[in-house]
C-alpha cells in the first residue's frame, strides 16, 4: 500500500505578515476625510513639562518669603525682585511675587506719627487742605476745636474746608465764630480764594461786612497764602 502524495497544486500559501505595529501606531485612517494622517505623539507627564529654570526661581521666592518672615524688608524685595528679572517665562510665580513685594513695600516705608498737639494738627490740616484732601483736615481741625474751641485759627480753617466741600452752612457759622474771636479773619477772607464758593452767599456778605479791629493777641494767622506756603 502506497502512502497518497500530496497533491502539488494544493500547497499551503505562505502566510503574510502583519503590518508591523510601528506603522499601524504612525499612521491611522482620518474618519471624515477617508486620508491617511500621521498619529500625533502622546503628550510626555506634567512634570516632564516643567523647565528647569522653574525650580531656580522657586528656591528664590523661597528665600524671598524667608527674609519677609524675618522682617527683612530690604533681603527680601531683593530676592523677589530676582525672580520677576531673572525668570520671565515663570509667569505662574509673578502673581504670588508681586502679592509679596506689595507687602514688603507697605511694611518698610516708614509711618509718619500722627499728629498730636494743636500746633501739629494744625500743619497735618494745612497739608491736607493744600492737598485737597477736605475729610482728613476736617478730622483734625475738630480735634483742636474739641481741644480749644476758642482756637480762631482752627474755625477759619474749618470754614475754608467746609467751603471747598460746597457746604455754605457750615463754612459760614465757623467763619461767624473766626471773626467774632479775631476780628481781623474779616479782612483775610475778604481776599482768600479758599473762599470763593461762597462769594454769593448774602450770609457770608454780611460776616464780612464791618472794618478789621486790632488783634489783642499774637499767634499765626491764615492768609491768602497759607494753604500755599504750608503756614
Do not use: W
Not at 530690604?74 to 525682585?81: K, P
Not at 517665562?89 to 508681586?98: A, Q
Amino acid at each position: 500500500m502506497t502512502k497518497q502524495r500530496p497533491n502539488s497544486t494544493s500547497k499551503a500559501q505562505p502566510v503574510q505578515p502583519a503590518e508591523p505595529l510601528a506603522r499601524a501606531n504612525r499612521e491611522r485612517r482620518d474618519p471624515a476625510h477617508g486620508s491617511r494622517t500621521r498619529a500625533r505623539p502622546p503628550s510626555p507627564p506634567a512634570s516632564q513639562v516643567r523647565r528647569s529654570t522653574y525650580y531656580e526661581a522657586v528656591g528664590l521666592y523661597e528665600r524671598g518669603l524667608e527674609a519677609l518672615q524675618r522682617h527683612d524688608y530690604r533681603a527680601a524685595v531683593e530676592q523677589l525682585n530676582s525672580v520677576l528679572r531673572l525668570y520671565p517665562e515663570e509667569k505662574e510665580l509673578h502673581e504670588r511675587v508681586h502679592l509679596y513685594l506689595n507687602i514688603c513695600e507697605r511694611q518698610a516705608t516708614p509711618q509718619e506719627a500722627a499728629p498730636v498737639t494743636v500746633q501739629e494738627r494744625l500743619y497735618a490740616a494745612t497739608l491736607a487742605i493744600n492737598g485737597t484732601r477736605y475729610d482728613e483736615a476736617l478730622r483734625h481741625l475738630r480735634l483742636v476745636r474739641d481741644e480749644d474751641p476758642d482756637n480762631d485759627h482752627a474755625l477759619y480753617m474749618l470754614a475754608v474746608a467746609h467751603a471747598q466741600r460746597q457746604e455754605p452752612a457750615e463754612a459760614i457759622a465757623h467763619l461767624e465764630r473766626a471773626v467774632r474771636l479775631n476780628p481781623e479773619n474779616r479782612a483775610i477772607a475778604r481776599h482768600d480764594p479758599d473762599l470763593d464758593p461762597l462769594r454769593g452767599n448774602e450770609a457770608f456778605r454780611a460776616a464780612l461786612d464791618g472794618t478789621a479791629a486790632p488783634r489783642t493777641f499774637d499767634r499765626q494767622r491764615p492768609s491768602a497764602a497759607r494753604t500755599k506756603s504750608g503756614r
